[in-house]
């Protein structure tokens, strides 16, 4: 029980990097790819009928780093306090960006949101990075420590890359080069990687301090019935959003 | 104010900004779902702009509500690890049944239902709105879950220095759980309601062109509201059965309690017994229209005084008679570190809440023309009917 739990946590967050990763490398090239506004608007509406699908994965792995490991989240997150306070406002701001940017005509307004788009993803990319260097040293370390901030800025060329490659296989030819489905696949595994590495070596310390089988029990009689809707609904957000003419479409809600 | 006032205030602050969007989320969200399906089934252009137009108000609301949460779902590891290290077995299950399952579906189906326009097969997109309906309403079961177990810790032995869980269908059938879980769904339908009456009657005072639109979402607030206002009073009184002992000692608590239950029933009155009976002509009583606007922030209000109420009581208990809030916060926590966190969020979340609550009232203003909300290809504005 403890593996498959282990395993279903390792899922959620490989996943958030790679689903979520994307999303946060379009926000880190609005500034670079996107010079005019209708650029911008482009590149949003191609990844945002993702976005929803894609952010709750983190909300995921920490309703499961609470439900799974409850003797690691409070050492984790209050570890990280600084950190975790960071990326939660970035988190908050890249949203805010989404939801307003097309709340209000005009530049001025959307060069704002589109501005706190850009600076979350990259407060929450590089965030990452950090976080990652912290959980490999077993949270006994600074995560602001040169290693980490390479570690950043490591996650944030992956997402940025990733980002690049989701562009050019949803709206072929708009931004650069069309890539292949294969492409995206392979990018959003480079952008899952660091998380991998973490989540391998921390493997064996995780399933020790797993809740008690009663615990797990519970969950799994809660929550395993329902992961094929889970995942078929991943799937329906997939097969709808899939990237033909009408991708990067505007008006786009965000 | 010390470090454990600190920490209470930034859980209070964001815990309270929250709620004011969820509320709204539960009441618009079936409502929102009903209209879409009336629209499915007739095709009247009436219902999809009714669809269009309510459904920008509760999706604009929805992005505050995403957001506050998140700082929710993170702060219980930040200043309050020693509640998951002393009770984590059992306060975590219904925590990991909310994101995991509930809340996980809830955000997809809404994505696919916000981008869905003109891209999903009518009947599919109708089954999306609905599905973040029950997701919504299984999201607040849960988080009742969790809360109600603070309140009265059912289904738990103390084993060792920790809670082990022993009892999840006692978790689910806590009397602190079933009696406030309606009170809550009444008390979101009540504002989503009052929210329609009040939106409503502004634009029927204003006199805009769109009054067919108006009057009949007038009644359905009207409606929504004393069906909501019914169950939240029903329910509520019915709490008094298993609250717990010597919780309305606490004076804040009883405060609270007091006006909240003055207010509402002094609303109930006036919803039940003036408002319904008035339902079929009150778009014509011009004169109401100014009182119906102002009473619409009135179930806000509300809505954060049963909170206070509920969760001041508990105090000085995290959980009741098991764990103090001191002992559950976070070992080391400076007065440092929450003062700075405090003022971000309530900095950053309390302007974007207003920032929010103003692209509301826009929308209202401008009224059904054109909303962003399922527009699939540019729609013009035009300038005389928007303002």
Excluded at chain 2, 309 to 324: C, D, F, H, N, S
Aim: hydrophobic content about 55%; aromatic content about 12%.
């Amino acid at each position: 029980m403890e593996m498959l739990w282990f395993v279903v946590f390792a899922l959620l967050l490989a996943g958030y990097f790679a689903l979520e990763g994307f999303d946060l490398g379009v926000g880190l090239l609005l500034p670079v790819l996107g010079r005019t506004r209708e650029t911008r608007d482009r590149m949003v509406a191609a990844m945002a009928p993702y976005v929803l699908a894609n952010e709750v994965w983190l909300v995921a792995v920490a309703g499961t780093l609470f439900g799974v490991y409850p003797l690691l989240e409070g050492r984790v997150l209050f570890g990280l306090y600084p950190l975790v306070v960071a990326m939660l406002l970035s988190w908050i701001l890249r949203d805010a960006g989404l939801w307003f940017r097309r709340r209000v005509d005009g530049p001025r307004w959307r060069g704002f949101w589109d501005a706190m788009i850009a600076f979350g993803s990259l407060g929450l990319s590089f965030g990452w990075g950090m976080t990652l260097y912290a959980a490999a040293t077993g949270f006994t370390a600074s995560p602001v420590h040169p290693l980490g901030l390479l570690l950043g800025v490591v996650v944030s060329l992956l997402f940025a890359l990733h980002g690049q490659t989701f562009l050019g296989w949803r709206a072929p030819g708009a931004f650069g080069t069309a890539r292949s489905g294969r492409a995206l696949l392979v990018s959003g595994l480079l952008a899952a990687l660091p998380a991998l590495g973490v989540l391998a070596g921390a493997a064996p310390y995780l399933l020790e301090h797993s809740a008690p089988s009663a615990t797990l029990n519970v969950l799994s009689v809660m929550v395993l019935p329902f992961a094929p809707v889970i995942l078929g609904a991943q799937v329906w957000v997939w097969r709808t959003f899939r990237p033909g003419k009408d991708a990067d479409r505007v008006p786009s809600f965000f | 104010m010390d470090v454990l006032d600190l920490a209470r205030t930034q859980f209070a602050v964001t815990g309270s900004l929250h709620f004011l969007f969820v509320v709204l989320t539960l009441g618009l969200a079936p409502l929102v779902a009903i209209m879409h399906t009336r629209w499915a089934r007739s095709g009247n252009p009436l219902h999809e702009r009714m669809t269009r137009f309510w459904g920008q108000v509760y999706v604009v609301n929805y992005a505050l509500g995403i957001v506050t949460g998140l700082v929710m779902e993170f702060q219980f590891g930040l200043a309050w690890s020693g509640l998951s290290h002393y009770a984590g077995d059992v306060f975590g299950a219904p925590l990991a049944m909310e994101t995991l399952v509930a809340f996980f579906l809830e955000s997809t189906f809404l994505g696919l239902w916000i981008f869905g326009w003109g891209r999903l097969p009518r009947w599919a997109h109708v089954a999306c709105i609905w599905l973040v309906t029950l997701t919504a309403y299984g999201s607040a079961f849960f988080t009742m879950v969790a809360n109600s177990f603070l309140q009265n810790p059912a289904g738990a032995l103390v084993s060792g220095d920790r809670l082990a869980l022993t009892d999840f269908g006692a978790l689910l059938t806590n009397e602190a759980l079933v009696f406030s879980f309606p009170h809550v769904i009444g008390a979101g339908l009540f504002t989503g309601g009052m929210v329609l009456v009040g939106a409503s009657a502004y634009k029927l005072r204003r006199r805009a062109p769109e009054a067919e639109f108006f009057t009949r979402s007038l009644r359905t607030g009207v409606v929504t509201a004393a069906i909501g206002i019914f169950l939240t009073m029903g329910f509520g009184y019915a709490q008094f059965a298993g609250v717990q002992e010597g919780k309305w000692d606490n004076t804040g608590a009883a405060i609270a309690l007091g006006l909240m239950i003055e207010f509402g029933q002094l609303l109930g009155l006036i919803v039940l017994f003036v408002m319904l009976p008035m339902v079929r002509n009150l778009h014509r009583r011009r004169w109401a229209h100014p009182i119906l606007i102002v009473m619409t922030p009135l179930p806000f209000a509300l809505a954060i005084l049963g909170w206070v109420a509920r969760e001041v009581g508990r105090q000085p208990w995290m959980i009741w008679e098991k764990l103090t809030v001191a002992d559950a916060m976070s070992p080391g926590l400076t007065a440092g570190m929450v003062t700075a966190s405090l003022i971000a969020f309530t900095a950053v979340l309390g302007l974007l809440a207003v920032v929010d609550y103003v692209l509301i009232a826009r929308v209202i203003r401008r009224g059904p023309q054109a909303p962003d909300l399922g527009a699939t290809a540019p729609e013009t504005r035009s300038p005389a009917l928007s303002y």
